[in-house]
């Protein structure tokens, strides 16, 4: 499977942006990583093929959300209320069970950058 993740870019602190990762065939679990410079990648946000179960870091609920569409076999990750501190390269990624741990996933995007301005 491969993955083309698209969509960053700079905005400024409040701002919102939506990120879009399309996956080349079907997968099972999605999700969405970022790394910081100078940083660990760690884990955003998680969603099952069907769309029934969500995971999120503590510090992006309530202002992030992913989404899946099947037909288009693409995720989606709609991030509003950004701040600074979500600068970062996000990464979409493709696995087999739904774990936040980043070596669970065998499929990776080549990701993309988003940089929030204060």
């Known amino acids: 499977v491969q993955l083309q993740a698209s969509g960053g870019g700079l905005v400024q602190a409040g701002d919102s942006l939506r990120l879009s990762c399309a996956a080349s065939?079907?997968?099972?679990?999605m999700g969405w990583f970022r790394q910081a410079p100078g940083k660990e990648r760690e884990f955003v946000a998680i969603?099952?093929?069907?769309?029934?179960?969500?995971y999120y870091t503590d510090s992006v609920k309530g202002r992030f959300t992913i989404s899946r569409d099947n037909a288009k076999n693409t995720v989606y990750l709609q991030m509003n209320s950004l701040k600074p501190e979500d600068t970062a390269v996000y990464f979409c990624?493709?696995?087999?069970?739904?774990?936040?741990?980043?070596?669970?996933?065998?499929?990776w995007g080549q990701g993309t950058l988003v940089t929030v301005s204060s």
């Open positions: 969603i099952r093929w069907d769309g029934s179960s969500t």
């Open positions: 065939g079907r997968t099972y679990v």
């Open positions: 990624a493709a696995g087999r069970s739904m774990t936040t741990a980043v070596t669970g996933y065998t499929y």
